[in-house]
Nanobody, 122 residues
Framework: QVQLVESGGGLAEAGGSLRLSCVAS????????MGWFRQAPGKERELVAD???????YVAESLKGRFSVSRDNAKNTLYLQMNSLKYEDTAMYYC????????????????WGQGTQVTVSS
């Protein structure tokens, strides 16, 4: 059974930081690219960042310098470090697993987590 379980969301002040975690079943984590997506109310789900099985990482251009993605293969855990948070970062954040080399398109996602809410107060 595939499971992706996110944690670390919550309420943060603008300018603050949060670190999201996603613990995945070993059978999807070790061989797959992983990604973070987010969806704000009334908006489409968008890529935040993705990372290949070997650690090659990409962060959406608009978030570079503030967000970073990493993975610990020994712990089957994906991370998203979010710094200098802005009100517009408020969204539901989803962990994703893709069987391909990258995980940067929602249509390519094989498994989704249930999401963790991030709310940034202005």
């Amino acid at each position: 059974q595939v499971q992706l379980v996110e944690s670390g969301g919550g309420l943060a002040e603008a300018g603050g930081s949060l670190r999201l975690s996603c613990v995945a079943s070993r059978n999807v984590f070790n061989q797959n690219a992983m990604g973070w997506f987010r969806q704000a109310p009334g908006k489409e789900r968008e890529l935040v960042a993705d990372i290949s099985q070997g650690g090659g990482a990409y962060v959406a251009e608009s978030l570079k310098g503030r967000f970073s993605v990493s993975r610990d293969n020994a712990k089957n855990t994906l991370y998203l470090q979010m710094n200098s948070l802005k009100y517009e970062d408020t969204a539901m954040y989803y962990c994703a697993s893709c069987s391909g080399y990258v995980c940067n398109r929602a249509v390519d996602v094989d498994y989704w987590g249930q999401g963790t809410q991030v709310t940034v107060s202005s």
